[in-house]
Each structure stands twice: as structure tokens, then as C-alpha cells.
């Protein structure tokens, strides 16, 4: 089992910079592809970005690409998501979550086995 905890949400302008951080406990997340997602008010979870703890491949969905970054702190067993540029559109509750997915579904919920239980980001306009 792992257990996955959400910090670094809040509240932030348009144009203004975010940090999240998900540590895990109860295992570790070698071996496994960390991703976050991302829930607005009445639609669907939404992929983010992924990236494999050992390394390898990272995938950022397109409307975050190039203003969002995903990073590994492997001495302090946690992943971080660097989100830069922040629109109003990007307001959410950003879920971290974990698993083995291939790549053709490393951008699918159901791929990961493991969630956090979510942190709010909201950007004013």
C-alpha cells in the first residue's frame, strides 16, 4: 500500500507560480510512473504530466506544456509540479497518483493504483 499527500496548493493571480509536492509513505515510488491530474468544478479528472521515477520518458498534456514542470526529489521521496504562467483556466483540484501504466496509457486514471486525496489551486483572473 502507499499513501500519497498533496501540498502547495492555494490560492494566486493570473500569471503567478505554484509548487506541488506529493511525498509518499508506506512504500516508495521506485519502480513506478508518478503523475498528476487535475479535477475542475463539473468535468472530468484531467491528465497533467507523468514521468517515470527511474527515469525515462516525462509527457505533459498540451495546455500545461512549457508552463509546467514534473521533478523528482528521490532523498526526500517526493515529486514535485512546477506550474509557472498560471491561468485562470488551470483552477482545479490537482490529484498526484501512481502507478505502471504503458505509454499508450500513462495519460488514463484508471493506469494508476494509487491517489492522493487532492489539493485546490485556484488562479483569480
Known amino acids: 500500500q502507499m499513501q500519497l499527500v498533496e501540498t502547495g496548493g492555494g490560492f494566486v493571480e493570473t500569471g503567478g507560480s505554484l509548487r506541488l509536492s506529493c511525498t509518499a509513505s508506506g512504500n516508495t515510488f521506485g519502480g513506478y510512473t508518478v503523475a498528476w491530474f487535475r479535477q475542475a468544478a463539473g468535468k472530468e479528472r484531467e491528465f497533467v504530466a507523468s514521468?517515470?521515477?527511474?527515469?525515462?520518458?516525462?509527457y505533459y498534456a498540451d495546455s500545461v506544456k512549457d508552463r509546467f514542470s514534473i521533478s523528482k526529489d528521490r532523498a526526500n521521496s517526493a515529486a514535485h509540479l512546477q506550474m509557472n504562467s498560471l491561468r485562470p483556466e488551470d483552477t482545479a483540484v490537482y490529484y498526484c497518483?501512481?502507478?505502471?501504466?504503458?505509454?499508450?496509457?500513462?495519460?488514463?486514471?484508471?493506469?494508476?493504483?494509487?491517489w492522493g486525496q487532492g489539493i485546490q489551486v485556484t488562479v483569480s483572473s
Open positions: 514521468s517515470r521515477w527511474s527515469g525515462g520518458s516525462t
Open positions: 497518483a501512481v502507478g505502471r501504466p504503458i505509454t499508450s496509457t500513462t495519460r488514463t486514471p484508471s493506469a494508476y493504483y494509487y
